[in-house]
């Protein structure tokens, strides 16, 4: 009888450690079946994007044409956005660098691909071609730069040149 219940106890106690023991594995499952497959990572699109250049979190935009006149309307002074044309691609860029009293505030609301490429912060070079008088070194520089602003600008429109753009008299 002692035995008996010696025995029952025993396997009383070792029924308890099973049951732990299937607990403990069943809860180990559900939390690797939660954070291995239920796991809510990024969209795909977020995890495929290239990491080595930096993509401003924007929406995409409706792109439009700008003229000369409607691109000056743009210089952060009327209104609070700041638009740059380079490459006759008009870009929103950042007011810290073209804004009133900004460093490059003289480019704002411009095509400058002209003073990009002769490395010039002028507005006799700005709305003007890129391409007439221009060496092969230069239009290198303007091409750094096009890239520069490419992986940091979000792209609004583009730049519609008018009769004053082309360059007809001998240039600076
Ligand atoms: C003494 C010479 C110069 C110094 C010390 C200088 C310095 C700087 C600095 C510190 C920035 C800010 C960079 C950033 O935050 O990403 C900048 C931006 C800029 N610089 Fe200069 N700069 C000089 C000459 C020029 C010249 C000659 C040009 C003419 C092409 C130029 C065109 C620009 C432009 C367009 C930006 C803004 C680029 C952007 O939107 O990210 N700089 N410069």
């Known amino acids: 009888m002692g035995k008996a219940s010696a025995a029952q106890e025993l396997s009383a106690t070792t029924r308890i450690s099973y049951a732990v023991a299937v607990g403990v594995l069943v809860f180990a499952v559900a939390r690797f079946v939660q954070r291995r497959v239920l796991r809510q990572g990024p969209p795909a699109h977020v995890l495929s994007a290239p990491t080595s250049v930096y993509i401003r979190p924007v929406a995409p935009r409706e792109q439009r044409a700008f003229t000369k006149e409607e691109l000056a309307s743009f ?4 209104k609070p956005s700041i638009y740059v ?3 006759n691609v008009v870009f929103d860029v950042a007011p810290q660098l073209y804004g009133n ?6 480019y704002a609301g411009k095509e400058i691909s002209r003073a990009l490429a ?12 890129f391409v007439k008088d221009v060496t092969s070194k230069e239009m290198d520089t303007l091409d750094l730069w096009f890239k520069k602003f490419e992986g940091k600008y979000a792209v609004v429109g583009w730049y ?4 004053t753009y082309y360059i007809t008299a001998p240039t600076e």
């Open 160 to 163: 519609v040149p008018d009769d």
């Open 118 to 129: 002769k490395s010039r912060v002028d507005d006799v070079l700005c709305n003007k071609d």
């Open 101 to 106: 009293g900004a460093p490059y505030h003289i």
């Open 75 to 78: 210089n952060g002074v009327e």
């Open 85 to 87: 044309s380079v490459k």
